[in-house]
């Protein structure tokens, strides 16, 4: 089986990895033939990130390899897609660059609503109904929750799937649990993510700074840099090799988001981190939030400024709590959300399509 994968980002890019790339050797170990194409190299991520400038040379070249990519999709088997083909090109153009071969396209966040809501009017028009228009195109698409599920189905796309971002259980070894009872630490609580997410813990900047107040207390961000009046916090660069490790050296993991169009999008992947590390985790009940942690079994739900700081009272004073749900939530993160219980699925899933029609092809 010939596939080519049009992803986003290379391994730097956490939505690539994680929903395409970590695929890749288990596809090939079973005889696959994969060509990976990313969009973007690691000099976008780093202007993105970083606050800079994205070189127009840089992105006119990045998009010249993939009208290059998409001009020989011809010989693949099967095509497997970041959610567009494009990005910001409008459907009627995109659409004469669509492969003839079987597409699937992966969503892992509301991309639609970077055209659908966004401030600019031309934007709206022009692309608003253009996520819509790839899913009804596409032969199958695989959703990371039901809120990008639901909106591919009244978009009217032929096939549907829900699967899971997951952790390759292979590096989120069993906690040592060497922090277990250490009066002589802080408190730490930890945080994974980017500089395009990290303004999310503002919301509860008041609760940590409150918790600051009444003992060692520290906040850990992993992938990005923030500062709360009150709270004392520190910055780690993120590595795809460290995040484990890094993550280990904290308490408890947490995860506010505000009740958002952009955010019931998201697919949770820092809870699964956390749960895989063996901490107890504390999130906003908003979206997939609330099928990855069972309030008061995997984790802990805060649905505000008051439940946070009950929650993350509870974690830091009752180590048994904390010993119990973290051990709960990684039992949970194994059983659903690593890639030995995922990749199967996606397997069968693939394979279906490209035979499915391969079938409808000889028929013709």
Known sequence: ?????????????????????????????QGWQVTIQPLHGPHYLAALYGGGQRSPVDLAGDYARRFGALAGAG???????????????????????????PLVVDY???????????????????????????????????????????????AGARRVAVLPTVIDEAQFPAPTLARAGRSDLPFTIGWIGTPRTVDYLGMIGGELATLAGEGPLKLVTIGASTELPGVPCESRPWSEAAEAAELAQCDVGIMPLPDGPWERGKCGYKLVQYMACGLPVVASPVGINRTIVEHGVTGLLAADGA??????????????????????????????????????????LLV???RRSESVFRSD
Do not use: C
Request: glycine share 6%; proline share 4%; net charge positive.
């Open 307 to 348: 439940a946070w700081l009950a929650a993350l009272r509870r974690l830091r004073d009752d180590l048994a709590s904390r010993l119990r749900l973290g051990g709960a939530g990684r039992a949970r993160a194994l059983a659903d959300y690593s890639l030995a219980t995922v990749q199967p699925r996606l397997v069968d």
């Open 108 to 154: 892992d966040d509301a991309v639609f609503h970077r055209y659908d809501q966004h401030q600019r009017a031309l934007v709206r028009t022009l692309l608003g109904g253009k996520i819509d228009s790839v899913m009804r195109r596409a032969d199958l698409v695989v959703a990371g929750n039901d809120y990008l599920a639901e909106r591919a189905a009244s």
């Open 75 to 101: 010989r693949f088997d099967l095509v497997w897609a970041e959610k567009e083909l494009v990005p910001w090109l409008p459907w009627p153009l995109e659409r004469l660059l669509t492969p003839r071969a």
């Open 1 to 29: 089986m010939r596939l080519l994968i049009l992803s986003r980002y290379d391994r730097q890019g956490a939505s690539s990895r994680q929903r395409m790339l970590q695929f890749v050797p288990g596809l090939r170990q």
């Open 352 to 354: 279906s399509v490209a």
